[in-house]
């Protein structure tokens, strides 16, 4: 007598469990991708300021600048007054900044962000 070959493969049951853990982490991604892409661009928009010759501009300049350049990126979490001009052995702006995007009904993800670049 033949044996019967076992069955091979995911059950409907595993399909749609795989399915539910895919979707959740597509969806946090779609979440959180946009405020990566937002971060991205500040960091692109204080490294053009910095190419710029911003070593002579005043502070106020200088977030004026970055303001302009983030309009233009459509970034609206970032504040000017988040920029800092630190003055040490040379000048360097900072940008310090947190984002609260809403997740699933009363869950949501905190981000902070700190960078610098030397004027």
Same mark, same amino acid.
């Given at each position: ?33 946009? %405020? ?12 053009? $300021?910095?190419? +710029?010759?911003?070593? @002579? !501009? *005043? ?25 800092? %001009? ?12 947190? $984002?609260?995007? +809403?997740?699933?009904? @009363? !869950? *949501? ?11």
């Amino acid at each position: 007598m033949k044996s019967l070959k076992k069955a091979k493969g995911i059950t409907l049951i595993g399909f749609v469990f795989v399915l539910g853990v895919l979707g959740f982490f597509l969806y946090a991604g779609m979440q959180i991708g946009p %405020v990566y892409m937002d971060h991205m661009s500040v960091v692109k928009a204080m490294k053009t $300021v910095a190419n +710029e010759g911003a070593a @002579n !501009l *005043s502070p106020g300049e200088i977030k004026n600048r970055i303001s302009k350049l983030l309009y233009v990126s459509y970034v609206d979490q970032v504040k000017a007054e988040d920029f800092k %001009v630190v003055r040490g052995n040379g000048r360097e702006l900072r940008v310090k900044y947190e $984002v609260e995007k +809403e997740f699933l009904g @009363n !869950l *949501s993800f905190k981000i902070k962000f700190e960078e610098s670049v030397t004027l």
